[in-house]
C-alpha cells in the first residue's frame, strides 16, 4: 500500500480533536495534560493498528517501532498553552503514515515516534533532551511547570504504560519534518515552497523572581515603594539598550510569562515572577547575554530595593543538521518540487536538535501561512502538507537501512 496522504490528513485531524480550543484550529494540549494524554492513547492505538511495536519510555514519549534497527521519523504532540494544530502534530502524523506505508509495502524498517514536553511545560525539549542524555532525569523531575507542578508528579500518571529507555542504537538517524513558523517561505515566494533545514539556533531560558514590598497604592509614596513591576520595567528598559552591543538582526529575545503578585489595582505589587528566553546561532553570544542578565538583574534589585532570585539556566546549544540527510531531503525536494524549496536556518526550537547529537537527524519546513505559530490560528494549505509528506517519504526510504 502505497503512502496514504488522505489517511494521513484524516489523522491530522483527528489528532487536532484532542485539545480542540479557541478560533480556527486551535490546540490545549499541553504535555501531560487529560488532552495529551488522550492523544497518547489514540495514536498508540494507531501505531498498534499498523503493526507497530508500541514503547512509551519514562518521560512518556511514544514509539512506533519497526525491525531490529530503523530510521524514526516523527516529532512532538504536546502545545503550548495556546498552540496550533500543526506545531508537532505534523510530523508526529507524517511520521505515522510513513512507517504505516513502509511496513505494508514490506520497505526497510521505519520507526515513528511522538517526544513529551518538546514544548517546555516543565524543560526546554524535556522529552527527547532526558532520551538523549543531554539531562538527567533526575534533574528534570525536579523542574516545575508555572504552576508549581514537578514533572515527577506529571509522569507519574503514566507509569503504568511506561518501559525503560529506548537505546539510541535502535535507530540509524532521525526526520523530522515541521512547519517553519515564520514568514520566510511565504517571503521567498517559491509558490508551494519547502526548506530545508541547515541547523537550529541555540536557546537559553531562566526564571527570575523579584521580591520587593506588597503595599497599599493609594497611602504608600513613591520614593518609599519596594515595586516588584517598577523593578522588571527598569530591568527590561536596561537590558534592551545593554544587548545593543552584543546582538544582530538574527537574536531574538523575549520576556513571555510575568507573574505579578497579588495583580489587583489597588496594591503595589510585592513580587514578580518572569522568564527571560533568548536564542541566537552562536553559543558564545547566549553566554554573553546570560552574564548580562544575571547582572542586569542583581544590578536593578538592587537599585529598586527588591531581592532577586535567578532560577536554573535552561537550554540547547546551535545544532547543525547532518549533510547527507539534507542531501537527501534537497534531492527529494528538487525531483517532487523542482526549484521550489530552498537551506535554511530555524529559529524555533526541534527536537531534531537533541537527536542530532546522538544519530543523524534532519529537518524538512513547509510554510506557515502569514507566518503564525504558537498561536489559535496557525495554519498550512493542505497541499502543502501532502507535498511535504511525499517528500519526506521519498527521502526516508533512501535513508531507511
Ligand atoms: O519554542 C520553540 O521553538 C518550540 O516551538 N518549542
Ligand atoms: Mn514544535
Ligand atoms: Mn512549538
Given at each position: 500500500?502505497?503512502?496514504?496522504?488522505?489517511?494521513?490528513?484524516?489523522?491530522?485531524?483527528?489528532?487536532?480533536?484532542?485539545?480542540?480550543?479557541?478560533?480556527?484550529?486551535?490546540?490545549?494540549?499541553?504535555?501531560?495534560?487529560?488532552?495529551?494524554?488522550?492523544?497518547?492513547?489514540?495514536?498508540?492505538?494507531?501505531?498498534?493498528?499498523?503493526?507497530?511495536?508500541?514503547?512509551?519510555?519514562?518521560?512518556?514519549?511514544?514509539?512506533?517501532?519497526?525491525?531490529?534497527?530503523?530510521?524514526?521519523?516523527?516529532?512532538?504532540?504536546?502545545?503550548?498553552?495556546?498552540?496550533?494544530?500543526?506545531?508537532?502534530?505534523?510530523?508526529?502524523?507524517?511520521?505515522?503514515?510513513?512507517?504505516?506505508?513502509?511496513?505494508?509495502?514490506?520497505?526497510?524498517?521505519?520507526?515513528?515516534?511522538?517526544?513529551?514536553?518538546?514544548?517546555?511545560?516543565?524543560?526546554?525539549?524535556?522529552?527527547?533532551?532526558?532520551?538523549?542524555?543531554?539531562?538527567?532525569?533526575?534533574?528534570?523531575?525536579?523542574?516545575?511547570?508555572?504552576?508549581?507542578?514537578?514533572?515527577?508528579?506529571?509522569?507519574?500518571?503514566?507509569?503504568?504504560?511506561?518501559?525503560?529507555?529506548?537505546?539510541?542504537?535502535?535507530?540509524?538517524?532521525?526526520?523530522?519534518?515541521?512547519?517553519?513558523?515564520?514568514?520566510?517561505?511565504?517571503?521567498?515566494?517559491?509558490?508551494?515552497?519547502?526548506?530545508?533545514?541547515?541547523?537550529?539556533?541555540?536557546?537559553?531560558?531562566?526564571?527570575?523572581?523579584?521580591?520587593?514590598?506588597?503595599?497599599?497604592?493609594?497611602?504608600?509614596?513613591?520614593?518609599?515603594?519596594?515595586?516588584?513591576?517598577?523593578?522588571?520595567?527598569?530591568?527590561?528598559?536596561?537590558?534592551?539598550?545593554?544587548?545593543?552591543?552584543?546582538?544582530?538582526?538574527?537574536?531574538?529575545?523575549?520576556?513571555?510569562?510575568?507573574?505579578?503578585?497579588?495583580?489587583?489595582?489597588?496594591?503595589?505589587p510585592g513580587r514578580v515572577e518572569f522568564?527571560?528566553?533568548?536564542?541566537?546561532?552562536?553559543?558564545?553570544?547566549?553566554?554573553?547575554?546570560?552574564?548580562?542578565?544575571?547582572?542586569?538583574?542583581?544590578?536593578?534589585?538592587?537599585?529598586?530595593?527588591?531581592?532577586?532570585?535567578?532560577?536554573?539556566?535552561?537550554?540547547?546549544?546551535?545544532?547543525?543538521?547532518?549533510?547527507?540527510?539534507?542531501?537527501?531531503?534537497?534531492?527529494?525536494?528538487?525531483?517532487?518540487?523542482?526549484?521550489?524549496?530552498?537551506?535554511m536556518p530555524s529559529g524555533a526550537l526541534?527536537?531534531?536538535?537533541?537527536?542530532?547529537?546522538?544519530?543523524?537527524?534532519?529537518?524538512?519546513?513547509?510554510?506557515?501561512?502569514?507566518?503564525?505559530?504558537?498561536?489559535?490560528?496557525?495554519?498550512t494549505a493542505e497541499a502543502d502538507l501532502?507535498?511535504?509528506?511525499?517528500?519526506?517519504?521519498?527521502?526516508?526510504?533512501?535513508?531507511?537501512?
Amino acid at each position: 500500500m502505497p503512502l496514504d496522504p488522505q489517511r494521513f490528513t484524516g489523522d491530522l485531524h483527528v489528532l487536532r480533536s484532542f485539545g480542540a480550543s479557541g478560533v480556527g484550529k486551535g490546540v490545549v494540549r499541553q504535555a501531560y495534560s487529560d488532552a495529551d494524554y488522550a492523544a497518547r492513547q489514540w495514536l498508540a492505538q494507531r501505531m498498534k493498528d499498523a503493526g507497530l511495536e508500541l514503547h512509551f519510555d519514562p518521560l512518556g514519549n511514544l514509539f512506533g517501532l519497526a525491525g531490529e534497527k530503523s530510521l524514526l521519523v516523527g516529532s512532538h504532540s504536546d502545545s503550548q498553552p495556546e498552540g496550533g494544530w500543526l506545531d508537532g502534530a505534523l510530523g508526529v502524523a507524517a511520521g505515522l503514515e510513513i512507517a504505516r506505508a513502509a511496513k505494508e509495502d514490506g520497505r526497510p524498517p521505519i520507526s515513528c515516534v511522538s517526544f513529551q514536553d518538546e514544548e517546555g511545560r516543565f524543560g526546554v525539549l524535556t522529552g527527547s533532551d532526558v532520551w538523549t542524555g543531554k539531562l538527567a532525569l533526575a534533574e528534570a523531575d525536579g523542574f516545575t511547570d508555572t504552576q508549581g507542578n514537578t514533572l515527577a508528579d506529571m509522569r507519574a500518571q503514566m507509569a503504568d504504560l511506561a518501559g525503560g529507555f529506548l537505546p539510541h542504537d535502535r535507530f540509524c538517524g532521525f526526520l523530522e519534518m515541521h512547519i517553519e513558523q515564520g514568514p520566510y517561505l511565504e517571503e521567498a515566494g517559491l509558490g508551494l515552497g519547502l526548506g530545508v533545514v541547515t541547523d537550529i539556533v541555540g536557546i537559553r531560558d531562566v526564571r527570575i523572581t523579584f521580591e520587593g514590598r506588597q503595599n497599599h497604592a493609594g497611602t504608600t509614596p513613591m520614593h518609599l515603594r519596594r515595586d516588584a513591576f517598577q523593578a522588571l520595567s527598569a530591568f527590561n528598559t536596561a537590558l534592551s539598550s545593554r544587548f545593543e552591543n552584543v546582538v544582530t538582526p538574527a537574536t531574538v529575545w523575549t520576556i513571555g510569562h510575568v507573574a505579578l503578585h497579588p495583580n489587583a489595582s489597588s496594591v503595589v505589587p510585592g513580587r514578580v515572577e518572569f522568564s527571560v528566553q533568548w536564542r541566537d546561532a552562536d553559543a558564545d553570544r547566549l553566554a554573553r547575554m546570560e552574564t548580562l542578565i544575571k547582572a542586569t538583574a542583581q544590578e536593578i534589585a538592587a537599585d529598586h530595593g527588591v531581592a532577586s532570585e535567578l532560577g536554573p539556566v535552561k537550554g540547547l546549544d546551535p545544532e547543525a543538521m547532518d549533510a547527507r540527510f539534507q542531501a537527501e531531503l534537497g534531492a527529494a525536494a528538487e525531483i517532487l518540487a523542482p526549484g521550489k524549496w530552498q537551506k535554511m536556518p530555524s529559529g524555533a526550537l526541534h527536537d531534531a536538535a537533541n537527536l542530532a547529537a546522538v544519530m543523524p537527524a534532519a529537518m524538512l519546513f513547509v510554510p506557515s501561512i502569514g507566518g503564525i505559530s504558537h498561536a489559535f490560528d496557525e495554519d498550512t494549505a493542505e497541499a502543502d502538507l501532502v507535498l511535504g509528506l511525499q517528500v519526506l517519504d521519498r527521502a526516508a526510504r533512501v535513508l531507511a537501512v
